[in-house]
Structure formats: C-alpha cells, structure tokens
C-alpha cells in the first residue's frame, strides 16, 4: 500500500494554528504552577520558651544556664564572657518573621547581665 505524501504546505499551515495554541497552553501552566508554589517556614536558632528565659537569673553558672536553655547560638572565642541566643522564623507563606535575641553576660563563670529581646543589630 503506498504511503500517501502530505504537502508541505499544509503541515506548515497546520503547524501555524497549533504553535499560538501550544504557547497558551504552556503559558497557562506556568502562571498556574508559580501561583501555588510552596513555601516553607525558614527556623534558624534557638527556640525559647518565656518561662524558661524568665527562669535565668544574675549569679546562675554557665552549666546551669546551659541545662536550662541549650547550647548558645554564638560562643564567641574573642568574648568569652558572652553568650548568645538567637532565633529567627521567617513563615514561608505570609513572609511574616518573627526575631528574637538573648544575650548573657558572664563574670567569674556566673550570669552578671541578662539583655531580652535585643532588636537585631543592637548587639552592645
């Protein structure tokens, strides 16, 4: 049986029809994929509970400090006599961050300062 032989000029006046139908769809797809992208919660740091941040105290030593609240976010070598806990949520949906920042101030292995909620940037 023959092969019947399609004009070229047909195929490409076919073509013409689907190309703009093709962009639209892929066009269409793609707004609809970027609309409902996921976003995930960024958490970064250390999350503090009030009570247990309010249960600090001046004269409280390194190892009860770390007991209570957990390893530092930043054991600084140049400053020794400080520790800091930081924690940072950015929610990835609403883009809504929330920033906390502890800071401890040490004189003979002993809590001497207690900085709460220390805007970010205000680290003196």
Known sequence: ???????????????RYHKPTRRLIVSALALFGAACVYRIDVQQGNLLDDEDIEAVQDGMTRSQVRFLLGTPMVEDPFHSERWDYVYYLRRGKTGREEKRWLILFFENDKVAAIRKDVPFGDTA
């Open 1 to 15: 049986m023959p092969v019947k032989r399609r004009n070229p000029h047909e195929v490409r006046q076919q073509m």
